[in-house]
């Protein structure tokens, strides 16, 4: 690594938070084993208010990848599909528009009810999908290397 140690940003939805932070907790572990101790998460009210944090975070030029996270469930005014769609369209046009890697832990699940068989369901299929976040941002910063 180099001396000055590369930071990441995290961005995790409050909406949930109690499963959306088990994929931030085991990116951070993840991406902590792998020697990138710069890690800030960033927090925000729900999912569809993830894309122009990130668009900010990555415009800084502070961070050299950017991931959000939140769990976006049936329930509210508008589909959940919608939603989640429209968030990870947004994620990738920032990666395109800024050059910077953008990475997208928003996940939404067809049924979702709020009973503890659910909770502990998701809870557990976040912790795995932050450790496949922090895989995917690490090779993806190691492909940066050997392309600079």
Not at 52 to 75: E, F, P
Not at 83 to 93: I, Q
Not at 136 to 143: G, K, P, R, W
């Amino acid at each position: 690594m180099s001396p000055n140690p590369i930071r990441i940003a995290l961005v995790a939805a409050r909406w949930h938070g109690e499963i959306v932070d088990k994929a931030v907790e085991s990116c951070r572990a993840g991406l902590l084993e792998r020697g990138y101790p710069e890690i800030d998460v960033i927090e925000v009210p729900g999912a569809f208010e993830i894309p122009l944090r990130v668009k900010r975070l990555a415009t800084s030029g502070a961070y050299a990848a950017v991931a959000g996270c939140a769990l976006v469930v049936d329930g509210g005014i508008y589909r959940h599909d919608f939603v989640a769609s429209a968030v990870v369209d947004a994620l990738m046009r920032v990666q395109l528009e800024t050059d910077v890697p953008v990475f997208s832990a928003v996940l939404t699940p067809h049924h979702f009810h709020e009973h503890d068989e659910h909770l502990a369901y998701f809870a557990r299929h976040f912790e795995v999908k932050g450790a496949e976040l922090a895989t995917a941002i690490a090779a993806t910063l190691a492909l940066d290397t050997v392309d600079a």
